[in-house]
């Protein structure tokens, strides 16, 4: 299993900016959460998307687990790009008001997703 991780981009330096690219990953869907206070939400896993997840504004604290083990990322505007494969359960704690953007390599399918946290459990340790 591959674990969450960010990303390495490749630098460009300008005079006025640094240019972070990251190629090679075909987006299929694009979403934005956006919160306006405190709340806790994802709690599901997918089956095969992969997702690429940044902060636009705010913070959010990402908790990802692999049946047996958690990992905690905090997201911030300037924390970089998150890639969380597939088969990894994830909490988002957006800690106020906070907004993310996310990029999937597979289009919208409701049967992708793991939404029951005990059958995620065995899924895991079959």
């Given at each position: 299993?591959?674990?969450?991780?960010?990303?390495?981009?490749?630098?460009?330096?300008h005079?006025?900016?640094?240019i972070?690219?990251?190629q090679?990953?075909?987006?299929?869907?694009?979403f934005?959460?956006?919160v306006?206070?405190?709340?806790v939400?994802?709690?599901?896993?997918h089956?095969?998307?992969?997702q690429?997840?940044?902060?636009?504004?705010?913070?959010?604290?990402?908790e990802?687990?692999?049946?047996?083990?958690?990992t905690?990322?905090?997201?911030t505007?300037?924390?970089?790009i998150?890639?969380?494969p597939?088969?990894?359960?994830?909490?988002?704690?957006?800690l106020?008001?906070?907004q993310?953007?996310?990029?999937?390599?597979?289009?919208?399918?409701?049967?992708?997703?793991?939404?029951?946290?005990?059958?995620?459990?065995?899924?895991?340790?079959?």
């Amino acid at each position: 299993m591959q674990d969450a991780s960010f990303l390495k981009c490749q630098s460009i330096a300008h005079s006025d900016a640094i240019i972070e690219v990251y190629q090679n990953f075909e987006i299929r869907r694009i979403f934005t959460v956006a919160v306006e206070l405190s709340t806790v939400r994802g709690n599901h896993a997918h089956l095969k998307c992969n997702q690429l997840i940044l902060v636009i504004y705010g913070k959010l604290q990402f908790e990802i687990y692999d049946g047996k083990n958690v990992t905690q990322f905090l997201l911030t505007p300037s924390s970089g790009i998150l890639h969380v494969p597939p088969g990894l359960w994830t909490v988002q704690k957006y800690l106020g008001k906070s907004q993310m953007i996310v990029m999937c390599d597979e289009v919208f399918d409701d049967n992708d997703y793991i939404r029951d946290w005990t059958y995620f459990v065995t899924y895991k340790n079959v």
